[in-house]
C-alpha cells in the first residue's frame, strides 16, 4: 500500500525527500536511511511512524536504541509530533493511550521470542543506530528473532558500516557494499547548513619511547611496524609527557577561548580519553590550563548520563569522556575537540567527529568546529575521508566469537594494550597544517549579545499538560503511589488491599497498563477518601 505522507514546512529539504521515498515503501523489505549524525534522521521517521498510524497502515511502533536515555530522547521528540511513546520498555505492547515504545537493543535481545510473541505485521520498527547489529552476531540475530514478524523495519545510520565488517541485517549490499536506500552524507550537510564542518588540526614531532632494552626516536612521518606504531600513538596521547598531549590540549583550549570571545560564550570542549585512569589524569592537565575542574563521565559511572546532561545546559567549558561520545549524546556547544583515545577505527573516529557538527538555531551558518589530533596517518587518513561516504567490504565475522555484542573491537580498543616493556620518555610536538581550511580564526572582540541558547525550562516547571505523556504518566503513578502509602497510614489497609480496591474501581487490570485517565481516577478515588477521613477526625475533634 502506497501511503500519502505529510510533510511540514520545518522540515530540511533532505528530509521531505527521504520521505518522498518512504511514500512509495509499501514494507516486505527494509529500508536504510544514512545521514549523516546531526543531520535530523529521528523527524523524518517520527512523521513517517505517524502518518503510517494515522492511515492504519500500521497499528503500533517500536523504536529500538543502543542506549535508555536515547529511549527517552526518542519518546520526547515523538510527542512534540503527537506522538506517545512509552521509553525504556519492558514489553512490546505499549499502556493505554500510547502509540508504541522504544527499547534498548539489550533489553529486545535478552526476550527475543516474548518480544516476536507480540509482534505484528503491523508493527513499525524503527531501528536507530542500526551498525550496533551485526548479522551473525548476538544482538544482530536476537533482534531479527524478536522483529520478524513486522513488515517494516526502518534501519537508520550515520555510520552504515561495522568495523568487524560483517553484515547488519536488513541492510542490502551489493558485491559487499552496503546500498542505502536514502543518502545524506555530511558534505551534503555541510553545504546546506544542516552541520558544522570540522577542521582537524594534527600534531606531529618527535616522540621518545622506551620499547624493552632499547629508546626509539621518530615522528608520525617515519615509517614502523605495527606494534611500535601502536607505540609511538601511545607516547603521543601520554599525559607524563608535557610538551606531547598537554602541549595538545593547552593549544586547543586557547581555540576554544577565542571560539568564546568570538561570540560563543558558552561553547564546550571535548577530550575523548582512553580509560578512567587516562581521563582523570587529563581532567587534572585540564583544570591548570583552563583553571576550572572539568566534567568527567565514565562508561562504568552510573551518573555518566546525568552528568552529559548537566554539561549540556550549563556553560562550563570542558568535558573529558570515555565511551560516552557516541549515540545519544546531543550537545549542540561542542566547538572544539582533543582526539586522545586509543580507538582508532573508522566506526568511532567518525562518531567522535559527529559531535562537533551540531548546530544551533540562531548562531551563523558555517561555524566551523575544531578537532586537534596527532598526526598519526591512520587517523589523518580518516580525517580525509570524513566528507565522503565509507563503504566497508563485507568479511564474515570471528567463528571464535559468536556472541560478540555491539562492536566489541571498538570497545576493546578503548582500553590501554602493550603496557609490558614499554614506556613513554619525551615528546616534542608541534600542529602541522590543518586539514580542510582549519588555520586559526582571525581575533575580533566579542560581540555584544546574549548567549543563543536560551536554557529550556526544566521539567519540573512545566505544566502537566506541557509534557510528553510518558513524563505525564510518570508523574500520575508516583502521586498515586505516594496516597496509596498516606491511605495505608491513615487505614491500616495494605498496599496490596487499596491498589485491588483501586483497580476494581476505575477498572484497571494492571497498573503498567492503565491510561492516563485511569491513574487520574486512582488519585480523585485517594484525594476523596483522604478529605473523607480527614473531614471526620475533624467533627471527632470538634
Known sequence: MTVALSTQPALRDWQQRALGHLAGWDGGA????????????????????RDLLRARTVRRVVVVCPTTPLTRQWAQAAAGLGLELAPDAERLRPPSGFDGVCVTYARAVASAKRWAGECTEGTLVIADEAHHLGEDLAWGEGFATAFRPSRRWLLLSGTPFRSDQSAIPGVRYEDGVCVPDVTYSYADAVRDGVCRPVSFIP???????????????CSFADALADREAGRRYRTAISVELPDG?????????ARLEEVRAEG?????????????????????????????APTVVLHTDSRAHARLAAFREARD?????????????DIPRLRVGVYATAARTPLIFRQIVGRFVRVIAGRPAGEPGFLFLPADPHLRSLAADVETELRHVLRPPDDADPLALDEPAERRATEPTEQLDFEPVAADVAPQLALFGGGPPPARAAPAFPPAVSPEPAADELDDAQLPAYERRARLRDKRHALVGQLRREDGRSHREIN??????????????????????SIDLLLKELDRRGARRAGRAA
Open 500 to 521: 485491588a480496591w483501586l483497580n476494581r474501581a476505575t477498572a484497571i487490570t494492571r497498573v503498567d497498563d492503565a491510561s492516563l485517565d485511569q491513574l487520574q481516577a
Open 264 to 292: 560563543h560564550r558558552d561553547a564546550g570542549g571535548l577530550v575523548v580519553a582512553a580509560d578512567a585512569t587516562h581521563a582523570r589524569a587529563i581532567a587534572r592537565v585540564l583544570r591548570e590550563i583552563a583553571g576550572e
Open 203 to 217: 600534531y606531529d614531532g618527535e616522540l621518545q619511547w622506551r620499547s624493552g632494552d632499547d629508546v626509539v626516536e
Open 30 to 49: 527494509p529500508f536504510l536511511v544514512s545521514a549523516a549524525p546531526g543531520a535530523g534522521k529521528t523527524r523524518p521517521a517520527l512523521v513517517l511512524a
Open 245 to 253: 598531549l598537554p602541549r595538545i590540549i593547552r593549544a586547543a583550549h
Open 317 to 329: 567549558r570542558w568535558i573529558v569522556a570515555v565511551n560516552m561520545v557516541s549515540e545519544g549524546v
